[in-house]
Nanobody, 113 residues
Framework: QVQLVESGGGLVQAGGSLELSCAAS????????MGWYRQAPGKQRELVAA???????SYLDSVKGRFTISRDNAKNTVYLQMNSLKPEDTAVYYC???????WGQGTQVTVSS
């Protein structure tokens, strides 16, 4: 059974930091490209950051230089370090195995101004 369990969301003031974690099980994590997505109220879900099997990463332009995605294949976990948070980063954040139907339940991130 595939599971993706996100944690680490919460309420933070603008300029603050949060680290999200996503623990994966039930599929070949180390052979999967992984992504963090977010969806704000009334907006479409967007890919915030991705990390590929070989370690290459990519980021949404608006988070470049502030967010860092990483993975630990030994722990089947993908992380998203978010620094210098802005109110516009407020959203539900989801992790996913890219190009699959594997999604976590999401974790709320709220950035107050």
């Amino acid at each position: 059974q595939v599971q993706l369990v996100e944690s680490g969301g919460g309420l933070v003031q603008a300029g603050g930091s949060l680290e999200l974690s996503c623990a994966a099980s039930g599929f070949m994590f180390s052979f999967s490209d992984m992504g963090w997505y977010r969806q704000a109220p009334g907006k479409q879900r967007e890919l915030v950051a991705a990390i590929y099997i070989g370690g290459r990463t990519s980021y949404l332009d608006s988070v470049k230089g502030r967010f860092t995605i990483s993975r630990d294949n030994a722990k089947n976990t993908v992380y998203l370090q978010m620094n210098s948070l802005k109110p516009e980063d407020t959203a539900v954040y989801y992790c996913s195995a890219i190009r699959t139907d594997y999604w976590g339940q999401g974790t709320q991130v709220t950035v107050s101004s």
